[in-house]
């Protein structure tokens, strides 16, 4: 069955109208002019086709069509405020949903989550490893890591800048290690899958690694910073769609990464 497309506002304004039995009062309630209020008063008739008030001497009064649907309407009001709550009460779920480069979890998201959770025992995270877009509503994610020039259609935040740097052992030969994402370099050693492969793979002595400064914060195991930092287009991002963004759990969580 198709549902009743419903004028909630101006059903809004005639409950408001009928309690006072004034749209001076009511317009006071809802903060607009009582012109306003009879406005939407007059087009709900329209739309119903029936009169709801009638002014007399002692002042407005509701027409009977008016009183008989006030109950329903008020009973549906309490049960769109409780719908309201309880879609709230999802807020005070603790199960963080995230996505993320499986290098970046490994070396850096991992133990920074690991910190987070120990401020709050009833804290759970569900990982997903992902370097692709992913459907934030078809994953039920709530955040998401993705290494880009910026965060594209969602809501997002720069985590740690976008320099680069190059990992290598001291007598490693001065060859690079190509990964997806690394600053454009020929001669590779060795093509890997990601930054953190290529981080293995200087430790293992193929040759250097450029990466993103953030998987280099953090124990280098006999790897050393070599010449100066890389400026690339391309940085790690926190991204979410805005419901997701806005929700309080995940502003905690973006503010305690960025932090």
Avoid: C
Avoid at 149 to 170: F, I, R
């Amino acid at each position: 069955m198709k549902r009743t497309h419903l004028p909630l506002n101006a059903l809004r304004v005639l409950d408001a109208a009928a309690r006072h039995l004034s749209f001076t009062r009511a317009a006071d309630e809802l903060a607009v002019t009582p012109a306003a209020v009879g406005q939407q008063v007059r087009a709900l008739e329209d739309t119903l086709g029936v009169v709801l008030f009638r002014r007399t001497a002692k002042g407005l009064e509701l027409t009977p069509e008016a009183a008989a649907g006030l109950g329903a309407l008020r009973d549906g009001f309490l049960q769109f405020e409780e719908a309201v709550r309880a879609i709230q009460a999802g807020q005070t779920s603790k199960t963080l949903t995230i996505a993320a480069p499986r290098d970046l979890t490994a070396r850096w998201l991992g133990p920074r989550l690991a910190a987070y959770g120990r401020t709050d025992p009833e804290l759970r995270f569900v990982l997903i490893a992902s370097d692709d877009e992913l459907d934030f509503t078809q994953a039920n994610l709530d955040l998401a890591i993705r290494l880009a020039d910026g965060p594209g259609e969602h809501e997002g935040a720069a985590l740690g800048g976008t320099g680069y740097v190059t990992l290598a052992l001291p007598d490693a030969p001065d060859r690079p290690i190509a990964w997806p994402g690394q600053p454009g370099e020929g001669g590779a050693a060795l093509t890997v899958a990601d930054a953190g492969l290529a981080i293995d793979a200087a430790r293992a002595g193929f040759g250097r690694a450029t990466v993103p400064a953030l998987l280099a914060d953090g124990p280098l195991d006999g790897l050393e910073v070599v010449g100066e930092p890389v400026d690339s287009p391309l940085g790690y991002w926190l991204i979410a769609p805005v419901p997701q963004w806005r929700q309080r759990k995940v502003k905690a969580l973006v503010a305690a990464l960025l932090g």
